[in-house]
Every structure is written in C-alpha cells, then in structure tokens.
C-alpha cells in the first residue's frame, strides 16, 4: 500500500497533501475499485432501499399530480410558481458545482480537484434530472411537454424563441446532453481498467461494452487529452449560460424584485455556492464509508471551504445590491417588496437564509472550523437550506404582493408539494447510490497521472535540495 | 498476416525512452499503451496534432448557424407572433438558443469525433490476446511495433527493447488488424 510520508516533500505552505503518500498505480487502481466488486454491506441496503421507498413516494405524488392535476399543489393566483420552480431552481443550482469542480478548476490547473470531480459529476447529472422533472411537472399537461421543443407539428405553431422559458429549455437540455457526455468521456478509460481488474466474465463483458474497447493507446490518450480539455472548456461559459438563463426567468419579469440586472451574477454564484454545499454534505460521509481518505483528503475538503466561504459573500453582495437599489430607485413597489421580505409573513425565512448564507459561512474564517468534519458537514446542510430559502424568498415574496392590493394572497404548500420535495431526494439518493455501487467514484486515471505529477515534482524538489 | 513485437516497461519514462529509440529505427507502426496520459510520451512518438479541436470547431459553428437560422425561419417567417409591434427577428433574444445549440453541437461532434478518430468502439483488439497486456489500464506501459511486411527482421527492435530493459512478446495475427 502506500509508502510512509518520508517519501512526501513537505511544502511549508501546503502542509495536507492532496494525496497521501506514494502510492503506486497498481495500490491506486487496488484502493479504489476494490469495493466495487465486494458484496453491498447492509449499510448500503438500508440507504438504498430508504432511497427507493422515497423514489415510490414521488412517482406516487407524480401520478397524483398528473392524474387529478395542479390544483393539488398549493400554488394559487398570484403565486403562480412557488415549489415547482423553487425545487428547480434549487436542484440545478446544485448541479452546477460538478461542472464547476471538474471543468473551471481543470482550466485553472488547480490540481486538489482530481479526487472529487468524478464525483461532483454524478451529482451534476442527477440533480439536472431532479431539477429538469420539475417544469415538466408543473406545465399541467406534462404529456405535452415535447410542444416545448422545435418540431415540425401538424398544426404548424413553433416556441416563441423571445421567451426566456424556451431559452431555459435550450440552456437546461444542453446542459444535461454536455454534461452527460463530459462525464461519460471521462469515464472510458477507467471502465477499461475495471473491464481488465474484473474476475468474472460476465462484469467483464459489461465493463468492456462501456468502455468501448479503450486500450490505452498513447494515440487515443492524445484525442481523449485534447477532447476532454475542450469539453471543459465548453462547459465553462455552459454552466455559466444555464444558470444565468434560469436568472433571466425572473429578471425579464418587470415584477418588483425580480426586474433586476444583478440577477444573472448572483444566481450563477449562488449555484456554486449550494453545489459545494451538497458535494461536501455527500462527500464527508462517502469517503469514510467508502476508505478515500487517503484520496480526498482534509486538503480538499478545506479547499472546497474556502471557495464556500468566498461564494457566500458574493450571494452576500446580491443580497446588498437588491436591497439597495430597491432604495436608491425610490420606485415604492421595489421598495415595498424589500421591506415585505425583512418584516412580512415570510420574514422568518428570509432570516433563516441569511443565517444560513450569510453568517453561518463566516466561521470558515477559521482554520479549526475549516477543518472540522462535523462542523463543515453541519454548515454545509444550513448552506444548502439557506439557498433553498433563497429561491424561496426571490419567488414567493415577490409574487405574492402583486401590483393590486385586492389580488395579494399568501401561498401555503400542500402535503403533494412537500412529498414530491421530499422525494426527489429519494430519486437522487437512488441514482447516486447506484452510482457508487458500479462506477468508479473517483477518476481513477487522472488520480494515477496527479500521483506520476507529484514524483516528478518531487524529485525535482529533491535534486535542487541536493544542489545547494 | 501481421505481426506485434510488443514491449512491457514498469515505469512511465522508461516507455518515453523505448518509444524514443524504436522511432529512431524507423520500421512498422509504433503504438504506446498505458494507464493515463503520461506527459511527453505523445510527443516523443511524434504524433501528429489531434483533429478532435477542428472537428468540434466546425461542429460548433454549425451550431451556432442551425441555431440562429431555426429561430428565423420559425419566429421570422413560418408563424411570426406580433408582439406590441416588437421586431420577429429580434437577435438580442435569439442569442441564448443560439449559443446552447453552438455548445451542443460541439460537443456531440467531438464526442463522435474522438470515437471514430480512435476507431472505436472496438471491443476487441489483436494485443488483448498477450498475456499480461490487461495491466496496460492497470500499472503497465507497453510500446508496440506493428509491422505489415511477413518479411521484416523483428532482431533490432527485440534488440533495442531489451536494452531498454523491456519484456518483450512478438504477435502474430493471421487476420487484417
């Protein structure tokens, strides 16, 4: 296994490495595929089958929802939106820091994200498909949902392409194909090497239908190199195009506090935000479950901290922005609707999200808290609840004080709203677990490729020492 | 008939050097194997530029004219919707579809075009018959000659193998591979 830390030059300015010791391709490949063919304990059966049990509960209310229609939700006039776009909203929020994890930091060259993009991946995957039932659901006639798409149809009507919502669609679908495909590219040659670690046939043969027969070969490496760069590059000004279409949905309403132009930067931060979140709420329990300490270390998780800590106070700033220009526009409407969020019937929650997304985060300042499993695991899961409160806050509190005072109502969420809120989290535990029983969770080759990086650096390092 | 003198080495630049010195010899089709991208190994093969950026270049740009020419022909001229005298072709709101389906399309044609460019998928391949090979995804690095002549001499590159201090297994396949 791996070899003792005399081996690991100690960087005084980066003292937890990103991997742990030396260890070799074959101890690599060992630690982390050798799960994948034990027996599922009884710990994972639980989970899974909690998961499940949680999935029929949301087919169940899908069913329900579709067969007696949306008046079982709680959304009314004027609060034509609330859960079904807040719990959209929310979901592919969180999606976006798998794609932020595995492409903007790949271009950056930062290193720490090798152990974790795999990972963050699959959670971008499902939490699109979590999110992306959501409108489909709350079109009322779901069945129809293709008419949102350019097709030649009999009755010759097209989308009206001056919508944000079609925009969305684009935005959204493209996202999940991109991100399906990046995933999938990165994934070939690590199905390869468990094609060739698996003992009996039949994985054998399934793992080698997937990986599409990869070799290794130096000549496909150099196409995988050059394609798996520029799909992240792509993905870059990809991830940052869904979410500020998602944002252009509100701010090209002219409702009071969502006819605003800080939208698209604030949203796209907030995404980042709530994805770091969830990935460090998944990946603190995982890596202990799963022995990849050794992989993802304190280093990572710290990292992944400090990025929370800076995108908290980029919401912090949308937050500002919002409430000052309400006041600097002296436009009384923006004013009112500001005003209603800080004292109204949803005031509580608009608290509970500045708690979670404002303050909480600022304990990241210290090195103890950042480093604290626990401590990060709990800020992470108030994290993800304040940016749901967020979505919550933007949605609700805006429309329901309309322009008429005679039209105001407030919005209560039904049993159907909650269960199917719930139940996404049983959809996506069941594909994420999944995920874990038959994919490698962490990139397996780019892991050996960081590991030959570091032993050149390393001695490189011992060279120059032994020179002066 | 072809044949594969094949070369197994423990450690990524060891390969680097075996793939320097067959280059050097100048016979039959050289091929390196390995766990992941080792850097300079590509370029000491001296393999051309890969055409996957071009590929999706071009992808991408048909894209972005699909996209564009879509929302014209739908919004501009099939079933133009008056909407407070706002222009039908109004570029400002094409630009989001447009850019995604830029995105998307460029994104499938690389895909498809890594795929076909590596000849895959391929399931099985001549060398997966060498025993041992399957620790080229593993913990091995391989360098392979292909040689098409029945012919050549397989002497000087066993020879240049070995002194490199490589295993060295010569294929033979009587089939076209």
């Known amino acids: ?468 | 008939m072809i044949r594969f003198v094949l070369g197994e080495v423990k450690h990524p630049d060891v390969a680097i050097d075996v793939a320097r010195a067959i280059a050097k010899l100048g016979v039959g089709e050289v091929d390196g194997f390995g766990p992941f991208p080792v850097p300079g190994w590509d370029d000491a093969m001296k393999l051309p530029k890969s055409r996957v950026p071009l590929i999706m270049l071009c992808g991408g740009l048909t894209g972005v004219f699909v996209g564009f020419f879509l929302q014209w022909l739908t919004n501009g001229w099939d079933y133009p919707i008056n909407v407070a005298g706002r222009p039908l072709v109004s570029a400002p709101a094409f630009i989001p579809a447009t850019f995604e389906m830029g995105i998307l399309f460029a994104a499938i044609s690389g895909v498809l075009g890594f795929i076909a460019l590596c000849g895959l998928p391929r399931v099985w391949h001549p060398l997966f018959e060498v025993p041992g090979f399957e620790r080229a995804t593993v913990d091995r690095f391989f360098v392979s000659v292909r040689l098409t002549d029945p012919d050549a001499d397989t002497t000087p590159i066993v020879r240049a193998f070995e002194e490199l201090g490589a295993r060295v297994t010569v294929v033979e396949v009587e089939t076209k591979a």
């Open chain 1, 1 to 468: 296994m791996a070899a003792g830390g005399n081996a690991q030059h100690h960087d005084p300015l980066e003292p937890v490495p990103v991997l742990v010791g030396r260890p070799t391709n074959e101890s690599i490949t060992h630690s982390l595929l050798d799960y994948l063919w034990l027996r599922a304990g009884k710990r994972f059966w639980l989970l899974f089958l909690a998961a499940l049990g949680l999935t029929g509960v949301y087919v169940a209310l899908c069913i329900y929802t579709i067969a007696v229609g949306i008046g079982t939700w709680g959304n009314n006039i004027p609060v034509g939106w609330a859960f079904g776009i807040i719990n959209f909203v929310w979901w592919i929020g969180i999606g976006h820091a798998g794609t932020l994890i595995s492409a903007i930091l790949l271009l950056f060259q930062q290193k720490w994200r090798t152990s974790i993009n795999r990972f963050a991946e699959a959670m971008t995957l499902f939490a699109v498909v979590c999110a992306g039932l959501y409108p489909i659901l709350h079109l009322g006639r779901p069945w129809f949902f293709y008419w949102l798409f350019p097709y030649p149809s009999a009755s010759r009507v097209w989308p009206q392409f001056r919508s944000a919502l079609v925009w969305d669609v684009f935005a959204v679908s493209t996202y999940f194909t991109v991100s399906l495909l990046f995933w999938y590219v990165g994934l070939v040659p690590d199905l390869a090497t468990m094609r060739d670690v698996a003992k009996s046939p039949r994985r054998k043969r399934i793992y080698g239908i997937f990986s599409l027969g990869w070799r290794g070969s130096v000549r496909h490496w150099r196409h995988w190199r050059s394609l798996y760069l520029l799909l992240a590059g792509i993905a870059t000004p990809l991830v940052l195009s869904v979410h500020t279409v998602v944002s252009f949905d509100f701010a090209t309403g002219i409702l009071p506090g969502w006819h605003t132009t800080v939208f698209p930067p604030y949203f796209v931060a907030g995404a980042v935000f709530s994805g770091f979140a969830l990935v460090m709420t998944l990946i603190v329990p995982a890596r202990k479950l799963f022995h990849l300490e050794d992989v993802i270390t304190l280093k990572h998780l710290e990292n992944m901290n400090k990025v929370m800590l800076a995108t908290s106070w980029m919401v912090t700033y949308g937050y500002a922005v919002e409430h000052f220009v309400a006041w600097y526009s002296g436009n009384p409407y923006e004013t009112y609707v500001m005003h209603n969020r800080e004292t109204g019937v949803y005031a509580p929650i608009f608290w509970l999200m500045i708690f979670c997304n404002v303050i909480a985060p600022q304990s990241f300042w210290f090195k103890k808290a950042r480093t604290s499993l626990l401590f990060m695991w709990v800020v992470s899961l108030l994290i993800n609840v304040g940016m749901w409160c967020e979505r919550f806050v933007i949605i609700v509190t805006s429309l329901h004080r309309d322009f008429l005072p005679s039209s105001w109502r407030d919005f209560i969420p039904t049993w159907v709203d909650i269960g199917i809120y719930i139940g996404t989290f049983g959809l996506f535990g069941t594909l994420f677990l999944l995920f874990l029983r038959f994919v490698p969770a962490v990139a397996v080759a780019e892991v050996k490729e960081l590991a030959y990086e570091l032993e050149h650096e390393a001695r490189h390092h011992e060279m120059a020492e032994g020179a002066s």
